[in-house]
Each structure stands twice: as C-alpha cells, then as structure tokens.
Antibody, heavy 122, light 107 residues
C-alpha cells in the first residue's frame, strides 16, 4: 500500500519561501507511469492543482503559480518537494502531496497524503 | 484554463436517497474527468476516473456518466458514510482544474 506523508514548516513569513517535502513509502518513486503531484486547498475552499513531476525530472506547473513554484524529486530518498517563493497570506492553505497514475483519459490522483496546513503570517 | 461548474453546490438528502451531481466544463474534455469525495479534515479520495470507471474498492452505488462538457455522479442509495463534499476534476489540458464542490448533507 502506497503512503505519502508531507513534512515542513507550518508557519512561513510573508515574502519567504514555503518548502515542503513528501515522503513516499510502499512503492518506488522511480516507477514509471506515475506523476508526483502537489495540490492545495485554501481554508474552507476548493482544490487547486499546483503541478507535478515525473521521476525523470520533467515538470508541469499551474501557470498561475509557475513563476514562483519549483517541484523537485530525490529518487535516492524516495521523496519529492515543493518550493513556493515570495509567499503572501493568499498562499495560506492545506498542501497535499499525491500520486497521479496515468490511466485511460488522464492522470488521476489515486493516493494522497494527509495534508499539511501552512500559514503565511509574520 | 478550463472552468468547471458543479450543481447543486449544496444538497440535503436522506439515507437511501438517489443523488445526482452535475459537472459542466467550459469546453469539451472528452472523458478526461474524475470525481473525488472529501470528508472534513481528510484528503480527497478518488471515486471515478475516465468519467465512468469506478476506482478499485469504491462501492458500486457510485457511478459516473457523460462526455464532452456534461458529466454526472450518481449515488444510487445514499449511505451515512457518503455525507461529504464531492469534486470533479478535468484532466484534458493543463492546468488540471477542479470544480467548486458539492456538499451533501443530512436532511
């Protein structure tokens, strides 16, 4: 059973960089056919797809965040990471990491981490 | 970006009711659509992919249909554990976008 676990600071100051790591267990991040994803959810709101990375390093980002987002992968640690720069209060959200499996008609988020709340505040 | 709308945004139903949620896309997305269920404080759970394929382990009372711009999620007989918020997501083109959600509450 694949499990994902987010880790990182729960409080980030405005203008700084939010950094989160997702540790994958129960499966190898280097397995083909999966895209390692980040999604966020503002408090009491809907879901926003941030982007994902293939184990080879290929990335796809949401254009609304592209100038501030970097997703990277460390296959030796079976982890992938999210960095979001120049954060503001609008980046306060629950951040989820998830696995997207490539199936017929799309890349579906079949395993999710529990989510971690990141608050941007001084 | 492809915009998704869901209707209703909120519905109140009883155990045993048949429930239908609609998701509409701002442009055609073929069958590139997923449905997720989210309970408070929990991560979303994949229910349906490719518009109508039931994810492994999901009860058969859940079903999905549609293609192009209009899709439906149906719960044939609502169970107590089904009270949650449901989201659709399009996977046709980047960025992958979600609908605003439909909250299913107990009548």
């Amino acid at each position: 059973q694949v499990q994902l676990q987010e880790s990182g600071p729960g409080l980030v100051k405005p203008s700084q960089t939010l950094s989160l790591t997702c540790t994958v267990s129960g499966g190898s991040i280097s397995s083909g056919g999966y895209y390692w994803s980040w999604i966020r959810q503002h408090p009491g709101k809907g879901l926003e797809w941030i982007g994902y990375i293939y184990y080879s390093g290929s990335t796809y980002y949401n254009p609304s965040l592209k100038s501030r987002v970097t997703i990277s992968v460390d296959t030796s640690k079976n982890q992938f990471s999210l960095k979001l720069s120049s954060v503001t209060a609008a980046d306060t959200a629950v951040y989820y990491c998830a696995r997207a499996i490539r199936l017929d008609y799309g890349d579906y988020l079949d395993y999710w981490g529990q989510g971690t709340l990141v608050t941007v505040s001084s | 970006d492809i915009q998704l709308t869901q209707s209703p945004s909120f519905l109140s139903a009883s155990v045993g009711d048949r429930v239908t949620i609609t998701c509409r896309a701002s442009q055609g997305i073929s069958s590139y659509l997923a449905w997720y269920q989210q309970k408070p404080g929990k991560a979303p759970k994949l229910l349906i992919y490719a518009a109508s394929t039931l994810q492994s382990g999901v009860p058969s009372r859940f079903s999905g249909s549609g293609s192009g711009t209009e899709f439906t999620l149906t719960i044939s007989s609502l169970q107590p554990e089904d009270f949650a918020t449901y989201y659709c997501q399009q996977l046709n083109s980047y960025p992958f976008t979600f609908g605003p959600g439909t909250k299913v509450d107990i009548k």
